[in-house]
């Protein structure tokens, strides 16, 4: 069987936004006050700007690690364990009720396409006290597929 060759694709900004678009495993790292780094798993989307949305509440490490220091990296995988997958760094805040009501629905339908009850999914989400993580993409790698290095192809 021929062996899978590791590859980093170089794109720009349109690019990388329809790349992000679909994908939603996203691991979120943040910076503690100690300086180490937090990471956590989310879901992630891409709002109408093409900024990174996420989910939270506000009293979550996320978020507090982002109000002291907004300066975050994501690893944006494929549901594939060895598809494609990139890291980008950005400038995150976070947005809450009663600003990130709007954002919370562009976020669900960024993953999920329509609500069949968007009162009911407003309402949820002020019930539960929901915050947005929104992050404004700064830079980026390439777009990485796993594999062997170039010179042990077949």
Same mark, same amino acid.
């Given at each position: 069987?021929? +062996?899978?060759? &590791? !590859? /980093?694709? $170089?794109? #720009?900004?349109?690019?990388? =936004?329809?790349? *992000? ?38 009293? +979550?490490?996320? &978020? !507090? /690690?982002? $109000?002291? #220091?907004?300066?975050?990296? =994501?690893?944006? *995988? ?77």
């Amino acid at each position: 069987m021929p +062996r899978s060759i &590791a !590859r /980093n694709t $170089r794109v #720009d900004r349109d690019a990388l =936004v329809e790349f *992000l678009r679909p994908r939603h495993r996203v691991v979120l790292t943040t910076t503690r006050s100690d300086g180490r780094p937090q990471s956590s798993p989310v879901a992630g989307g891409v709002d109408a700007e093409g900024r990174l949305v996420i989910s939270t509440y506000p009293e +979550r490490a996320k &978020a !507090r /690690n982002i $109000r002291r #220091d907004p300066r975050v990296s =994501v690893c944006v *995988l494929s549901d594939d364990w060895d598809g494609p997958w990139v890291q980008v760094d950005g400038t995150a805040e976070v947005l809450d009720l009663p600003e990130a009501l709007e954002p919370l629905v562009e976020y669900f339908r960024s993953i999920s396409g329509e609500h069949p009850n968007w009162d009911e999914y407003r309402q949820a989400m002020a019930t539960q006290g929901k915050s947005l993580i929104r992050v404004t993409i700064d830079r980026w790698g390439p777009i990485a597929t796993g594999g062997f290095p170039a010179r042990l192809a077949d």
